[in-house]
């Protein structure tokens, strides 16, 4: 192994340092890099439809058994706007910044950090 | 050049190996029930237990959750609350046990928290900023009461006295939802993990590397980003749940109109912005946040500590209430 070691010009050393700094760093940048609450992710039959910013204002219709429902992204917070299901209990949730509206009627799933990868970092789960 | 390869080489095997290492790891799934998002997070060694034990674990709340929907025609409460003033009705046991302990929780309360909130929660619309005149609240009133709830036990019937009551089990429906799944889940054999009805949280075991689950409570006046939560909770076999005035509210004339109505008055409770409490069984958790808020802190934290229980409770000043338990369970975040 010391003859390995000898025989390694400075270049190759540089080199190994680099590629074993390379390699731990991208292990935290990935960490680092995972979404953090900042997505409006939109379900429809249990399935990814919309993710969208939720510093990016918009308003979109999501269709449903029950017609449109309108969702509103404004300011950092999201909403059912408009809502033609029996008893619109997903219109008067109102505004969130986290957590999930649930228009079961309409099969449709808004959420906002309340799913995994979405949880502040090291967390297992949010009250409030 | 060859020694550095080598080494290169060794050096990503081993980080392989560390994070592919056999053993329990976390298995976590979210589905929405109870018009929310239930996740639920087991420690097992196998994915396939873990799947079936969690997806168990959801049809026993989505079973529940039938029985006691309020806005579902089909469902038990409806029939209770249909048969208001006319007739009993034979409910099953899980939906009996739900009413006995909300009406545990509303005597020990001294009615700060009351299930049968019903006709006074109904008039509000907190997204349209609708609340209903002096005259509408004041009328509805004499239908709040927990005492006109009659349960028959051995029967298995619950009757509403009045015409016109109406039975909410909204206030501890997700708590009592986590005990069950939880209950389910150890059945199944799993050992270790975390039940989240939305907020209402109940943790049991320890996580894979031998902690306490981490579970952050929010900040009930967030300004950024940043500045989300208050404190972190470390839990193993302890249930947490939070209301606030937060949620579900509009501002008019400068007063904040939030959900959490104050049975005796049916209008919403001033003396608290949120209250977080630890308790050994999702239920009262959940239970226990409406009636503390109900009361105040003062009279709240009396509540309890006299039932054995922890809380946090942010009055509506922003001063900051514990009981002595929580300190060695909760984490405040810099600032708090």
């Keep these: ?79 059912v706007k408009e809502a033609h299901c029996p008893n619109r209990l997903c219109e008067k949730q109102g505004w969130i910044t986290r957590g999930a509206i649930v228009c079961l009627p309409n099969h449709i799933v808004i959420s906002v950090g309340g799913k995994t990868e979405n949880l502040p970092k090291g967390l297992d789960a949010v009250t409030g | 050049m060859k020694a550095v390869k080598v080494l290169t080489v060794l050096l990503l095997l081993t980080a392989t190996a560390v994070s592919c290492s056999n053993g329990p790891v976390e298995y976590r799934k979210t589905k929405p029930l109870m018009d929310t998002i239930v996740t639920i997070t087991v420690v097992s060694e196998s994915d396939r237990k873990a799947d079936e034990a969690i997806e168990s674990a959801f049809s026993v709340i989505s079973r529940f959750s039938d029985k006691i929907d309020f806005f579902k025609h089909t469902s038990e409460l409806s029939a209770v609350n249909r048969n208001a003033g006319i007739a009993a009705v034979t409910v099953s046991p899980e939906t009996l046990g739900v009413i006995e302990r909300a009406l545990y929780i509303a005597k020990i309360s001294g009615g700060a928290f009351d299930p049968t909130i019903g006709p006074e929660i109904r008039m509000w619309d907190f997204a349209k900023k609708v609340r209903p005149s002096d005259e509408e609240i004041r009328k509805n009133l004499p239908l709040v009461n927990y005492r006109d709830i009659v349960v028959d036990r051995s029967r298995s019937t619950v009757f509403l006295r009045k015409r016109g009551m109406l039975m ?53 006046r967030q300004k950024s980003k940043a500045d989300e939560l208050i404190a972190t909770a470390r839990l193993s076999n302890k249930a947490v749940s939070t209301s606030g005035d937060y949620e579900r509210y509009f501002i008019e004339n400068g007063r904040r109109y939030h959900h959490i109505l104050d049975p005796k008055t049916g209008y919403p409770a001033a003396g608290c912005r949120s209250v977080t409490v630890i308790s050994d069984d999702g239920i009262f958790a959940d239970g226990f946040t409406t009636a503390v808020f109900v009361l105040g802190p003062e009279k709240g934290m009396r509540l309890v500590r006299d039932c054995g229980a922890d809380a946090l409770i942010i009055d509506r000043d922003g001063g900051v209430h514990t009981t002595p338990g929580l300190k060695k369970m909760v984490a405040f975040e810099n600032g708090h």
């Design chain 1, 1 to 79: 192994m010391k003859t390995v070691i000898r025989s390694t010009t400075l270049a190759d050393k540089l080199l190994f340092i680099a590629l074993t700094t390379a390699a731990v760093a991208g292990i935290f940048y990935s960490r680092e890099a995972m979404p953090k609450g900042s997505d409006v992710i939109i379900e429809v039959d249990g399935r990814t439809a919309y993710t969208l910013a939720l510093d990016t204002d918009r308003v979109l219709s999501v269709p449903g058994p029950y017609g449109n429902t309108v969702v509103e992204i404004k300011g950092g917070r999201v909403r």
């Design chain 2, 168 to 220: 909410d089990l909204g206030g501890i429906a997700k708590g009592y939802a986590a005990d069950l799944a939880l209950a389910d889940l150890k059945k199944e054999g799993i050992a270790a993990g975390i039940v989240a009805a939305a907020g209402d949280i109940r943790a049991f075991g320890l996580k894979p590397g031998g902690e306490a689950w981490r579970v952050g409570i929010m900040n009930p």
